[in-house]
């Protein structure tokens, strides 16, 4: 297994920045995504058509600069195309296109549809019984004000798709908050659920491995509010 250090992830994406400053919708994101790709996903750019391969959809379409980072640091798309990120004729737009990128599952706009997406595919590989590949879905924590989210994890705890993964990144910017936390927002619709250091790769990695098999799960990292 090989890694992607801090140094080689921060090389990668001072070629994305151009000059230009990130926010934390970008930053909070860089630690899921390394573990993801690292240690968990079982996908590479020799697998990224084959049919039974996890499936990474990245809701949180606005944190796409680390997001490209990741996909050169692992052989997915040439470094040199981070040089020109949002340029008239690169294929890194300022979200990402599936029709453009290798390895991106979804098109992102808009927030807050995602997961339906992931409901979707989870769904979809369901039908095809493929029992081996997972679902992974990326989400900012203000995205669960969309009700079109609510939508979404109700009905996968209902119908026990057993094979999503939703992780949301908790930067304590949401508008509306969740009683008892952002957790519980899945757990009283029977999702199992895991709150972690959003900065502690070893925490990420239980959380993101710790799913019963019996029904969704969410793992929800959580780092500071300025990050």
Do not use: C
Not at 19 to 38: H, K, M
Not at 199 to 210: E, K, N, V
């Amino acid at each position: 297994m090989t890694t992607t250090t801090a140094t080689e992830l921060a090389a990668l994406l001072d070629r994305v920045r151009a000059g230009r400053e990130f926010g934390p919708n970008v930053y909070s994101t860089l630690d899921v995504l390394q573990v993801l790709y690292d240690r968990v996903l079982r996908i590479t750019p020799a697998t990224v058509d084959d049919p039974d391969r996890d499936r990474f959809l990245l809701s949180k379409g606005h944190a796409v600069a680390g997001y490209y980072a990741l996909l050169a640091a692992r052989g997915f798309v040439p470094v040199e195309w981070l040089d020109d990120q949002g340029g008239p004729a690169s294929r890194l737009g300022d979200h990402p296109d599936r029709t453009l990128v290798p390895g991106v599952e979804i098109g992102s706009g808009s927030l807050g549809h995602g997961l339906g997406l992931g409901v979707g595919t989870a769904l979809g590989l369901r039908a095809q019984g493929r029992t081996g590949p997972r679902v992974y879905v990326l989400l900012g924590d203000a995205e669960l004000d969309e009700g079109s989210n609510h939508e979404a994890i109700a009905y996968a705890g209902a119908t026990g798709l057993a094979d999503l993964t939703a992780i949301v990144v908790d930067n304590h910017s949401a508008t509306h908050g969740w009683p008892g936390g952002v957790a519980s927002r899945f757990t009283v619709h029977g999702w199992s659920a895991a709150t972690v250091d959003g900065r502690d790769h070893d925490a990420l990695h239980r959380a993101l491995t710790g799913h019963d098999h019996h029904r969704p799960h969410v793992v929800v990292a959580v780092v500071d509010n300025g990050e």
